[in-house]
């Protein structure tokens, strides 16, 4: 099975800079796209950014021009660099993988636990 393992949240006062990590490990014979979700309390989940394996990048309009996503393809791993923070940027942020077992199979899907980040005052 494919794990990820995600670091970097935590509480940061408005305007300041986190990042976050995300690192997949497990059979994993070519990842397709991996990403950042988050979701606020009583709110649904949202894409917040996406890198493709062909290095094509997608951001939510809230985070353009805060954000950077970027990827380490040698070790499998993502980075969300978060700058500007803001009070609405507070929520659980999900790691997101779409990857393939081998090279006719089908593409999965892994999902990590969430970590935590809280802007605030």
């Known amino acids: 099975q494919v794990q990820l393992v995600e670091s970097g949240g935590g509480l940061v006062q408005p305007g300041g800079s986190l990042r976050l990590s995300c690192a997949a490990s497990?059979?994993?014979?070519?990842?397709?796209?991996m990403g950042w979700y988050r979701q606020a309390p009583g709110k649904e989940r949202e894409l917040v950014a996406v890198s493709a394996s062909r290095g094509s990048t997608n951001y939510a309009d809230s985070v353009k021009g805060r954000f950077t996503i970027s990827r380490d393809n040698a070790k499998n791993t993502i980075y969300l660099q978060m700058n500007s923070l803001i009070p609405e940027d507070t929520a659980v942020y999900y790691c997101?993988?779409?990857?393939?077992?081998?090279?006719?199979?089908?593409?999965?899907?892994?999902w990590g636990r969430g970590t935590q980040v809280t802007v605030s005052s």
């Open positions: 997101n993988v779409l990857y393939r077992r081998g090279s006719v199979t089908g593409e999965s899907e892994v």
């Open positions: 497990g059979i994993i014979f070519s990842i397709d796209r």
